[in-house]
């Protein structure tokens, strides 16, 4: 056991809290406060998106791992790490399932505002990486028309399963963004929703972003939005988070504080990741593939009945789903207080994936069932 080991967290990592103390020496700051001054002496970070973990932090330090229990990467600068021997690990696919939990969320809600039929719908997914093939089996399952963009897996895949952007934009009645953040190179995904973009538009489509900010050119989208060229937006992520622009909230269908990955086992996994990387790293000793042992339930139970008579398909599916995530609740508490956008996230209340309910459903028939199971749920019988 080697108790000099020093490493500093950001306070908000959930389950993390005493995993690691038995074998070193862990400090916790908010994730913006993390700072050199307080990583001097450390030998490893374990972040979130809210820590830039570049040469501004860490040139002069001894840090030899950066861990983040995110999906995404641009918080670090990967060249400073990998030129100066840094060790650095994200957490791809962690929140995947809560992503597609959200999003199903999104769909659904919207097609009863509005009244409409899914399965008359084309969905266009640009970015098809862990989240974004989660969404195309939903949409699958909704029986919509699914079009999907990914230039890097249609450079490395070929074949004919892929589409252009300018297709998407012109035949998408929803379009999701499901990419990384790149801001520059043959991949560019900054500002790739800008005025181009949006003038393009053919089909006036509901747009919904859960990737990062910056995907979507602020100003762009406000006059998208004012010019009546898209149906709805549902944003989860907003360029310059935590300081939100206020007069798009305002414009938004819904809105949220960057929380689509942020149920409870999509942040287990994520802590999981940076346990069993630092453990491995330091070989502490610990048993391998740690994981918390306790998830705490939701509030609401995790049995769900529902009366399937006279509903239909699209309806049933609804239920299930809104009765474990409504995005409309994280929507009021976001308009009701963004200047605490960043306190929502890290005091975001326990959200259970599907695989957690068990759903009793009544005079149903053998298909809708078939399709609640593939969303993740079981059945009871």
């Excluded at 969320?105 to 974004?132: C, R």
């Excluded at 859960?210 to 907003?238: F, H, P, Q, Y």
């Excluded at 630092?278 to 995790?302: L, T, V």
């Excluded at 309910?357 to 078939?370: F, G, P, Q, R, V």
């Amino acid at each position: 056991m080697n108790n000099k080991i020093k490493i500093v967290a950001d306070d908000k990592i959930p389950f993390l809290k005493g995993v690691l103390e038995p074998y070193a020496d862990v400090e916790y700051f908010p994730g913006s406060k993390i700072s050199k001054e307080n990583i001097l002496n450390a030998d490893a970070l374990i972040v979130r998106t809210r820590t830039k973990c570049n040469k501004d932090l860490m040139d002069g330090t001894k840090i030899k791992i950066v861990t983040t229990a995110t999906i995404g990467t641009d918080h670090i600068d990967i060249d400073y790490c990998d030129q100066n021997n840094i060790k650095w690990l994200n957490a791809p696919g962690c929140n995947s399932t809560s992503v597609m939990q959200y999003i199903s969320s999104v769909l659904l809600t919207l097609a009863q505002l509005e009244n409409s039929n899914l399965a008359e719908k084309t969905i266009g997914i640009i970015g098809i990486g862990n989240v974004g093939s989660k969404i195309k089996k939903v949409a699958e399952i909704l029986g919509m028309k699914v079009l999907l963009n990914d230039p890097p897996r249609e450079r490395e895949e070929g074949g004919n399963k892929f589409c252009s952007l300018d297709k998407i934009i012109k035949e998408s009645d929803i379009i999701t963004f499901h990419v990384p953040l790149n801001k520059q190179g043959i991949d560019k995904t900054f500002h790739l929703a800008d005025e181009t973009f949006f003038n393009k538009l053919e089909k006036k489509p509901i747009i919904i972003n859960s990737s990062r900010g910056e995907v979507i050119k602020t100003v762009a989208l406000k006059e998208a939005i004012k010019n009546d060229k898209v149906n709805s937006v549902v944003l989860d992520v907003w360029e310059n988070e935590p300081n939100i622009d206020l007069e798009l909230l305002d414009l938004v269908k819904f809105s949220t504080p960057h929380i689509a990955g942020y149920s409870a086992d999509g942040k287990a996994n994520g802590t999981a990741v940076c346990v069993n990387a630092i453990n491995d790293y330091f070989k502490f000793g610990m048993k391998s593939n740690w994981y918390p042992e306790h998830i705490p339930s939701p509030k609401n139970a995790n049995e769900i009945k529902i009366n399937c008579e006279s509903k239909s398909d699209q309806e049933i599916l609804s239920e299930a789903v809104k009765n474990t995530y409504f995005i409309a609740d994280d929507d009021k508490v976001l308009r009701n207080s963004p200047e605490t956008f960043e306190k929502q996230r890290g005091d975001y209340p326990i959200r259970r994936e599907f695989q957690n309910y068990e759903i009793t459903l009544l005079n149903c028939k053998t298909d809708i069932a078939e399709k609640v199971k593939k969303l993740g749920f079981k059945i009871k019988i």
